[in-house]
Nanobody, 121 residues
Framework: QVQLVESGGGLVQAGGSLRLSCAAA????????MGWYRQVSGEQRELVAQ???????DYADSVKGRFTISRDNAKKTVYLQMNSLKPEDTAVYYC???????????????WGQGTQVTVSS
């Protein structure tokens, strides 16, 4: 199994920055994709950004030019640098990893507990 530990959330004012971190731990063989999703109460969870093991990235249109995703494969950690934050970015942010472990066949999605990001106006 994979445990994802998130950090870096908090309260910031509009225009400010935050950097989220997510470290994966467990009997991991490989992590194909790591990403960040966010969810507002009553709404669907949506992809913010994701990055493959080879470095290919995808961003939601709403965050392009403001957010940057990166990963450190040696540390099994993914980061989300969030700049020029807007009140619309307020949500619970969840770390995701699509990973293979030594314990069972195939790859599976794993999720962190979520970290609150609140942007005030």
């Amino acid at each position: 199994q994979v445990q994802l530990v998130e950090s870096g959330g908090g309260l910031v004012q509009a225009g400010g920055s935050l950097r989220l971190s997510c470290a994966a731990a467990g009997r991991i063989v490989s992590i194909n994709t790591m990403g960040w999703y966010r969810q507002v109460s009553g709404e669907q969870r949506e992809l913010v950004a994701q990055i493959t093991s080879s470095g290919r990235v995808d961003y939601a249109d709403s965050v392009k030019g403001r957010f940057t995703i990166s990963r450190d494969n040696a540390k099994k950690t993914v980061y989300l640098q969030m700049n020029s934050l807007k009140p619309e970015d307020t949500a619970v942010y969840y770390c995701n990893a699509f990973a293979r472990t030594w314990d069972k066949a195939g790859s599976y999605d794993y999720w962190g507990q979520g970290t609150q990001v609140t942007v005030s106006s």
